[in-house]
T-cell receptor
Framework: AQSVTQLDSQVPVFEEAPVELRCNYSSSVSVYLFWYVQYPNQGLQLLLK??????LVKGINGFEAEFNKSQTSFHLRKPSVHISDTAEYFC?????????????FGSGTKLNVKP | NAGVTQTPKFQVLKTGQSMTLQCAQD?????MSWYRQDPGMGLRLIHYSVGAGITDQGEVPNGYNVSRSTTEDFPLRLLSAAPSQTSVYFCASSYSSSGRSWEQFFGPGTRLTVL
């Protein structure tokens, strides 16, 4: 069974400050890891993914995430946020054993960037 | 390309009514999925399809039916609407690369209220 925990439901931050959105997961099998972003009244779009190799992955809009296998975490970071980063962010896992990406999503973290 | 389109954008139903949420994609993607998004719960997979004529259940399939007669279309049917089905519904599609699909493309969503 898989589960994804995003501990912070809301994260307020000032513009140009750094931010970290936390994601922990639990799975009985190896998983691929993803971060998606949802802007208001829109569908989700892929920010970045970890499939294998380097544990630090870079995505769009200056975001990056680090896979930590021992802590089963995949935290998302950005060194300096912009107002336009205000959105909801979802962490997701997909078990490697399937030939189809069955995604299991966390409950989401709303990032509110203030001027 | 229109990408993934969903209709209607908004719908209000009475308990017991049936309806079909439409989803279409013009990217020739093999895989399509339906999710529901509820506050504090992230996205949960309802049904998915790995190709025309092939569908399977996700995490929360009860009360919903799907079929996939063409590559482009993947409608979701609510058989007898219940208030517990009040949610935002997202359709997603993805391509297959070496047997796996890495990125899902989401539609804009349908906001459904069941009274």
């Amino acid at each position: 069974a898989q589960s994804v925990t995003q501990l912070d439901s809301q994260v307020p931050v000032f513009e140009e400050a750094p931010v970290e959105l936390r994601c922990n997961y639990s799975s009985s099998v190896s998983v691929y890891l993803f971060w998606y972003v949802q802007y208001p009244n829109q569908g989700l779009q892929l920010l970045l993914k970890y499939l294998s190799g380097s544990t630090l992955v870079k995505g769009i809009n200056g975001f990056e995430a680090e896979f930590n296998k021992s802590q089963t975490s995949f935290h998302l970071r950005k060194p300096s946020v912009h107002i336009s980063d205000t959105a909801e962010y979802f962490c997701a896992v997909s078990p490697k054993l399937y030939n189809f990406n069955k995604f299991y999503f966390g409950s989401g973290t709303k990032l509110n960037v203030k001027p | 390309n229109a990408g993934v389109t969903q209709t209607p954008k908004f719908q209000v139903l009475k308990t017991g009514q049936s309806m079909t949420l439409q989803c279409a994609q013009d990217m020739n993607h093999e895989y399509m999925s339906w999710y529901r998004q509820d506050p504090g719960m992230g996205l949960r997979l309802i049904h998915y399809s790995v190709g025309a004529g092939i569908t399977d259940q996700g995490e929360v399939p009860n009360g919903y039916n799907v079929s996939r007669s063409t590559t482009e279309d993947f409608p979701l049917r609510l058989l007898s609407a219940a208030p517990s089905q009040t949610s935002v519904y997202f359709c997603a599609s993805s391509y297959s690369s070496s047997g796996r699909s890495w990125e899902q493309f989401f539609g804009p969503g349908t906001r459904l209220t069941v009274l």
